[in-house]
């Protein structure tokens, strides 16, 4: 207690001098002030400003005029053209369909084989599809819902777009996204979902997917649309089957010109085999033997 009352009576002590100081400084500067206005400094403070100046008005530069002596020239640059030092940049023209694209699919335990009806069984589209827009939004961004959204065979994706729906499977298969439709197997999803009788590409054999293409045991393809597309190709599946069969008409093997694999000279009936199957018929008739039709009491296509 003893501290305490002797540290508030030091700092009593000095809050009052403190004090007295600034009272004492306080009429030193208003006695100062008072004996500078009886000389009258404020006065001739002000007399001494100076006044701002007029600004100089400037001159229009004068044009030197020509002179009457020849022009000074070097003789060796005389006989040479002017050089221009200006970088021209000439216009990039777009070729329809660009040369040497290069797309690679890496080979998969068993080849890839593809026949007319697969052909036949490509898909096609009155009016072209505008992509990145159908379950987008204004940012550019997709609408992804684990909930509401369909998942779309191709990409796996939940999105708020679009779906096909397959007249034949009825399941989660015949589901694809408008892009995905578009891009893979040229087709519009907003005439697919018109046609009553429209089929998925699992159905029509001609799917794409990875998972589909590794159940066959070829690799999947990858992001090529854009590749494809620059070379005339309609879609993906486009280019997979008619590609194949450019590269099995050229083969000596075929003799045939309108044959695409070695399976037998049959009707199929809008029928599709897979590739296992054709590869069962073709072992099969290679020993003379008879195979049953692996496509069974399956309606047609």
């Known amino acids: 207690m003893e501290k305490k009352r002797a540290r508030e009576e030091v700092e009593e002590e000095n809050n009052g001098a403190a004090e007295e100081y600034e009272q004492y400084r306080a009429q030193r500067i208003k006695a100062n002030m008072e004996r500078m206005k009886n000389l009258g400094l404020f006065e001739l403070s002000k007399k001494l400003k100076p006044e701002n100046p ?15 002596d020849p022009l000074r020239r070097s003789s060796r640059l005389t006989t040479r053209a002017p050089v221009n ?3 021209r ?9 660009p040369k040497n694209v290069n797309i690679c699919i890496a080979e998969g335990e068993k080849p890839e084989v593809y026949t007319e009806e697969h052909k036949k069984l490509l898909g096609d589209s ?6 990145y827009e159908d379950g987008y939004d204004e940012d550019g ?40 439709l578009y891009m893979r197997y040229g087709e519009n999803v907003i005439e697919a979902n018109e046609n009553p009788n429209w089929t998925c ?17 070829w690799a999947p393809t990858g992001a090529i649309y854009n590749k494809v597309s620059s070379i005339g190709y309609k879609s993906v599946a486009h280019y997979l089957v008619l590609t194949s069969l450019q590269k099995e008409k050229g083969d000596e093997s075929l003799g045939d010109a309108n044959a695409v694999s070695n399976e037998p000279d049959r009707d199929m009936k809008g029928t599709v085999e897979t590739h296992s199957q054709m590869e069962e018929e073709e072992e099969a008739w290679s020993h003379g033997s008879e195979v049953e039709d692996a496509t069974g009491d399956e309606d047609s296509e």
């Open 54 to 68: 007029p600004k100089a008005s400037r001159k229009p530069p004068q044009k030197r005029p020509p002179s009457d």
């Open 85 to 87: 030092y200006s970088e």
């Open 89 to 97: 940049r000439e216009p990039k023209v777009r070729e329809k369909f």
């Open 126 to 131: 009155k009016n072209n599809w505008t992509l």
């Open 141 to 180: 961004m997709r609408l992804y819902d684990p909930d509401i959204g369909k998942s779309c065979h191709q990409c796996r994706q939940k999105v708020m777009c679009k779906h096909t729906e397959c007249s034949k499977c009825k399941s989660t298969q015949g589901q694809l996204c408008g892009d995905c």
């Open 201 to 217: 590409p699992v159905c029509r054999d001609i799917c794409n997917c990875s998972r589909c293409r590794r159940g066959k045991g």
